[in-house]
């Protein structure tokens, strides 16, 4: 019904900048929360940011100040601007929508989750 495609991961150096896309698509009638959470080998995912359809932003301590997280609407797109990478940021990003779908008559709230775009920071 509604599918993510993430884009943007890979290896950087420390210091360096990645930009994550995320865009949803499918049986969209409305999308609210969007966000990106994290999963270090060996830890529990985490989250990053989320905004919400309005712009509100929750940005982790972790990396307030580094990272930024924005959405087009008009695309169904999230994106997460990463600056000043550090090594301890390596971790697999995952997107995470809210959505309302319709099928037919009936309308649904879903959370979906994309498949995962691996960053890398070497130091």
């Known amino acids: 019904q509604v599918q993510l495609v993430e884009s943007g991961g890979g290896l950087v150096q420390a210091g360096g900048s990645l930009r994550l896309s995320c865009a949803a698509s499918?049986?969209?009638?409305?999308?609210?929360?969007m966000g990106w959470y994290s999963q270090a080998p060996g830890k529990q995912r985490e989250l990053v940011a989320t905004i919400t359809s309005g712009g509100s932003t929750n940005v982790a301590d972790s990396v307030k100040g580094r990272f930024t997280i924005s959405r087009d609407n008009a695309k169904n797109t999230v994106y997460l601007q990463m600056n000043n990478l550090k090594p301890e940021d390596t971790a697999v990003y995952y997107c995470?929508?809210?959505?309302?779908?319709?099928?037919?008559?009936?309308?649904?709230?879903?959370?979906?989750w994309g498949q995962g775009t691996l960053v890398t920071v070497s130091s």
């Open positions: 995470n929508v809210g959505v309302v779908t319709r099928r037919d008559s009936t309308y649904r709230y879903l959370e979906v």
């Open positions: 499918g049986s969209i009638v409305s999308i609210n929360s």
